[in-house]
Structure formats: C-alpha cells, structure tokens
C-alpha cells in the first residue's frame, strides 16, 4: 500500500468527483488547457511513455524512508547500514516492473520513432487509476493553468528519480558498474522527454534531473576508478556514444523554448479581463486571490480584497497582451543564441524591466525564464564532460596512464570532443576544450613539479581543500566568469562565484560525499 497524505487523498477523492461530472470536466478543459494538452505531431498512444511508465509508478510502494529525499538517494553509498532496506526496495516486483518500463520507452533513440511524454493537463487528461494514484495535473477547481500542480512529477517521476539512483548504486556494487551507468543513462534519455513539456517549470525541473544524473554517471565511474575498476575499456565506447549530443538523441540544440507560459497567461487575461479592455475589479480580485493563496483557503478573501484594490492600476487588455508579447517573444528571440557571453544576452532580457504590477494578469504569473537559458547552457557542458571523462577512464585503463591531451582519446574512446560552451573565447565554428590537467600520463611515468593538485572546493554549502593525486586527473569548465582559473579555486556549479571554475572530475558530489 502507497503511503500518501491526507492533503494528496481528499484532493484525489475530489478528482475522481470531478471525472464523473463530466460538464465540469468540458469546463475545465478550456481552449488554453486543450491547446497545452495537445500532444506532439506523430506521437501515437503505443508511443506515449506517460502510458507506460505511470501506471507501473502507480504500484511502486513509497521508498524506505532513509532514502525518501532525492539528495539522499544519490549521495548514499552501498555501505551505508541504511542502504540494505533501499536496496531489497529497489528489488521489489514493483520496482522492477517501473525499470522495465523505464527500459521500453527509452530503448527507441531516433528522434522521430522515440516515445514521448504525452500526459495532458487536468484530471480529465488521466485515467481513473492515474488519478486515484496523483499521477496528474491538477488545475484547481477554476482550471487554471497557472495554478498547476505536477502530480505527475511529485507522486511518480520523483519516485523513478530515487529508484534509478538506488538501483544504479546496488548494480555498481555489485561490480555491473556498466550496467548502472547504463540505467542512469536510460534516465537521460527519458527525462529528455520531459525537457519538450509545454511549461518553463517542466522543462526547468527535466534539466535538473538530466544535470543530477550525468553527474551522477561520472559519480559511479569515479568511485569505480578509485576503487576496484570492473568497468572495462572495451564497455566505454558504447557508454560514451549514448549521450552524443547534436547528433543523439539529447539534441541540444533542438530544445525549444517552452510554449505553454503564453497560453497560461493569455488564459489568465481573459478571466480576469473577458472582452473588455478594463481588468473585472471583482474577477481580478478574486482570481489573482486564489493564485496567491492556493491551498491556504482561510486567506483568500483577505488577499481578494486586495487584490481588488489594485486593480485600479492595472493596464489595458491590449496592453497587457502585448506586454507579454515583447517578454516572451524576448525570451524566445534570446533561446537561440547558444552564446551565454553574446552581447544581447548581456545586455539583459526585456523581462528585467517589465512593469509587472501594472500587467499583473500575465506577468505576475511568468517563472523566471532566465533560469532556463543557464540550465541549458550548463547541460551542454555537462554532456561534454560527462562524455570526456568517460573517454579519459578509458584511455587510462587501457595504457596504463592518462592522455597527454583529450584529443588522444579519439577515436577510439570518443568520436567528437565536445568543447566548453561557457566559455567566451570561441569561434563561429568551434568552442575551447575543456580544462583538462593530469600527472601520469602515457609518455611520463613520474608526476611533474607541483603536485598533488591543490583545489579549494566549495560545495554544498560548505568549502574545503582536496589535493588531487598523482593516480587522478582534473576536468573542469571555466564556469560563468569566462575565466581560466586552473582549477585552483573550483565549485559545484558554473554558476558560481567570480573566480572559480566548475570543477566535473572529480566529480563535486563524490568529494562532497567524501565529507560526510
């Protein structure tokens, strides 16, 4: 039985009301949320991964409770005295019937043949079962795209999240290190999926567990490497060629900026406007009451009154709508440039300045779309790195020393040498490699002058110095300053403090877990 709150079970009582009256479900369903629901061109219902993978999520009991959080799940190791009871959780029919389905839905890797995330939006886009579970979007009682609730990621998919981490622990235990970054990757691949949602919190939420997971891809190899080295040389082509960027099935360049925001607002200016060109002082009241106080009903008519008040300052429909033209179209104009040092992407987006109280009905209910354009830009330098790293551990086990460069990896390890897409030094045609610093190469057997390396790390709210040894290496990233710092001073992100660089390998949670 599924351990589940008292909150998440009236709200799923309430859904499944919902789905038998079926005139509030044609309500609900406006042509904002039709329009948000529509799924991809050419995806069919046998090619719907939301089909597959939820319904097997729905009988996955929740995980032991010392690996409930997604952190713990990835930072715990195989001997912690908490990690047995995770471990027979992960090899409980249930979970193995959600890895299988993870397996199908992400075995077809050609774009236009690959299953797709699917799942529209409100409880009408679920089945029974779906619903019953939480596996669904909830839009409120008014059917608001703005007061989305991804149960679907909440009740399912953080729950996947957990399970393929567990797993890929207790596989790379077990000595199937290969197998584990194979699960991982199998994750990648469906989380990509999720990075085409049609909401900028879907998409921003899909990075950051394809971010986690290629780093915890490199966290496997690393414990291995330090370790008893099972991964085998010969497993590494094959490892590397799964997460090709441009010309796999993680494409990059293919994200599109999300489009459902626009609808989301657009369906807000409508409640609260109608046809007319003056803000609905009683609708705008109550409607951007139910936005800010959602799941806090006591405080609803306080803030509705309030609301009211302001709806005096507000700017014409008209006015609005273009707004939020000039901050998305702004924003999608932007989404091309893969440049995070071009000159308009420093210069700022339009949506810094946008007077949003006096727009309220549309801006007020837009994320922060910056947070996208640095996600985006730091999976491609995790792509790279996760892919050169994998290529260095090859070339190490197989000659008994590291490569004099990263190019000597090729073409035997790694086909195409991704460079650094944070840094600004970079032609039409081609961006610098990645920071790459190791002792003990092939052609020198002794460790030059200088070492061990001396790195000051700050990570997860804490900084501590490593001297990286002899029997290690060092990739890095220049990070968000552009700046070539020799990983001296390095951190767990790209987007951190002036004078550091992103440290990739070691990886920053291997040395963080190395803390605790």
């Not at 589940?4 to 949320?33: E, I, K, N, Y």
């Not at 790293?389 to 990263?406: E, I, K, Q, R, S």
Request: charge should be negative.
């Amino acid at each position: 039985m599924m351990i589940r709150s008292d909150t998440g079970l009236v709200r799923r009582a309430a859904a499944l009301c919902v789905m038998v009256a079926t005139g509030v479900c044609a309500a609900q369903a406006d042509r904002f949320v039709r329009e948000a629901s529509e799924p991809p061109p050419n995806v069919r219902d046998d090619r719907r991964s939301d089909l597959v993978l939820l319904p097997a999520l729905a009988q996955l009991d929740a995980p032991p409770g010392a690996v409930e959080s997604l952190r713990r799940a990835r930072m715990i190791a195989a001997d912690d005295p908490s990690f047995a009871a995770a471990a027979t959780w992960a090899q409980s029919a249930a979970a193995k019937g959600v890895l299988e389905a993870l397996a199908t839905v992400t075995d077809e890797r050609r774009p236009r043949r690959a299953f797709a995330f699917a799942q529209g939006y409100g409880v009408e886009a679920a089945t029974p079962e779906l619903a019953e579970a939480g596996l669904y979007t909830d839009l409120g009682s008014q059917g608001l795209l703005a007061l989305a609730e991804f149960g679907y990621r909440a009740e399912g998919l953080d729950r996947l999240t957990v399970l393929v981490h567990i797993e890929a622990t207790r596989r790379a235990a077990a000595g199937e290190v290969a197998e584990a970054i194979e699960l991982l990757t199998q994750y990648v691949v469906f989380e990509r999926q999720l990075v085409d949602r049609a909401f900028m919190v879907e998409q921003l939420t899909a990075l950051r567990r394809i971010i986690e997971a290629l780093e915890r891809i490199r966290d496997v190899a690393y414990v291995d490497f330090e370790g008893d080295r099972r991964l085998a040389p010969s497993q590494i082509p094959d490892l590397v060629s799964a997460l090709e960027n441009e010309d796999g099935f993680l494409r990059t360049n293919r994200i599109s900026f999300p489009f459902g925001d626009r609808l989301l607002a657009e369906q807000l200016v409508e409640r609260v406007y109608g046809d007319s060109e003056s803000v609905d002082r009683a609708r705008f009241g109550t409607v951007m009451a139910e936005l800010e106080t959602y799941g806090r009903p006591l405080r609803l008519f306080g803030q509705a009154g309030a609301w009211a008040s302001r709806s005096g300052s507000q700017a014409t429909r008209t006015e609005v709508l273009n707004e939020l033209d000039f901050v998305l179209g702004d924003y999608e104009a932007m989404w091309a440039l893969e440049d995070p040092f071009h000159p308009q992407v420093l210069d700022g987006f339009y949506a810094d300045t946008a007077d949003v109280n006096r727009h309220a009905a549309a801006l007020s209910v837009l994320p922060n779309g910056r947070l996208l354009f640095a996600m985006k830009h730091r999976l491609r330098v995790e792509i790279a790195g996760t892919r050169s790293c994998l290529a260095v551990v090859g070339y190490a086990m197989a000659n008994n020393g590291f490569p004099p460069t990263l190019a000597a990896c090729r073409p035997r390890f790694i086909d195409v040498l991704e460079g650094d897409a944070m840094s600004p030094t970079r032609t039409a045609v081609r961006l610098p490699p990645l920071g790459y610093i190791a002792s003990t190469t092939a052609r020198r057997s002794e460790p030059p002058a200088g070492w061990p390396h001396v790195m000051s790390v700050a990570v997860g709210g804490e900084s501590f110095v490593v001297e990286v040894p002899d029997s290690e290496f060092v990739l890095y990233s220049v990070g968000i300053d552009g700046q070539d710092n020799s990983a001296t001073r390095v951190t767990g992100t790209p987007f951190g403090r002036e004078g550091t660089d992103y440290v990739i390998w070691p990886p920053a949670m291997s040395l963080e877990r190395g803390r605790e």
